[in-house]
């Protein structure tokens, strides 16, 4: 392990998230997002944490299975049954700006008859969430994203956590990176978006991220970023 706390690329597994691991995510999701996801979901309509989880979990599943993204786990090589930081990405193949955690995801994509759920079903799913709130914040960014990239394949991340006793040590790098490093080993510039959080910008900064004029917690990143001139 790194020194002052840091942990190394040689101690950091990254793998494929599957199904298996909804639970996990969600877990994760709640500890890591505990601000935001009590937000979506204030008190007068929270049920217990297990069937926080139970409902989060379901809900996210099926984007899991779609194509053209990418769901990555991070995990300790000492301890890989915990997963300690977690990213999603849609990829330039996507083909649309539109959030997989979105509710509409399940009628857009079909989910609702793959899954085989029922309108009781489903309605339980988002029982608990503010669902104008939640909906209302993530088609912001999406419609941000086609009234700068138009119809252009972008890499597009949603979401990025670390659980907070690993945050600050260098987890969620390793995550963007991962995906970063295989876009600059192109030929040709891709763009990447995201939603930032002002704890995060510096991170992004550092690979070249900008922050748009429209909404400064929306950044883009054209291409690597570039040195200053000799």
């Known amino acids: 392990m790194a020194g002052d706390g840091k942990l190394s690329r040689e101690d950091v597994i990254l793998s494929p998230v599957t199904a298996d691991d909804a639970i996990a995510i969600a877990e994760g999701t709640y500890a890591a ?3 935001q996801m009590d937000n979506y979901e204030p ?6 944490h297990q069937v926080r989880l139970s ?4 809900r996210m599943t099926p984007a899991f299975a779609m194509p053209h993204t990418k769901w990555t786990k991070a995990a300790l090589k000492s301890n890989p049954g915990l997963i300690i ?33 029922s309108q009781a079903e489903f309605d339980d799913m988002w029982a608990g969430t503010d669902v104008g709130r939640w909906q209302e914040h993530l088609i912001l960014y999406d419609n941000l994203r086609k009234e700068l990239l138009g119809s252009e394949g972008h890499w597009f991340l949603e979401p990025l956590w670390v659980l907070p006793e ?6 969620g790098g390793m995550l963007v990176k991962e995906v970063i490093e ?3 080993s192109q030929d040709r510039a891709v763009p990447v978006c995201l939603e930032a959080s002002k704890e995060g910008k510096p991170l ?8 748009v004029p429209e909404n400064p917690s929306f950044m883009v990143r054209k291409g690597p970023p570039r040195l200053p001139a000799s």
């Open 33 to 35: 997002m505990k601000r």
């Open 43 to 48: 008190e007068e309509l929270r049920p217990a």
């Open 55 to 58: 409902r989060f979990a379901k």
């Open 85 to 117: 930081g977690y990213c999603g990405w849609t990829t330039p193949e996507f083909g649309k700006a539109f959030n997989l955690l979105r509710k509409d995801a399940a009628t857009e994509f079909g989910w609702v008859e793959q899954q085989g759920w």
């Open 166 to 171: 690993y945050q600050g040590r260098g987890v």
């Open 182 to 184: 295989a876009i600059d």
């Open 204 to 211: 992004y900064e550092r690979l070249g991220f900008i922050s």
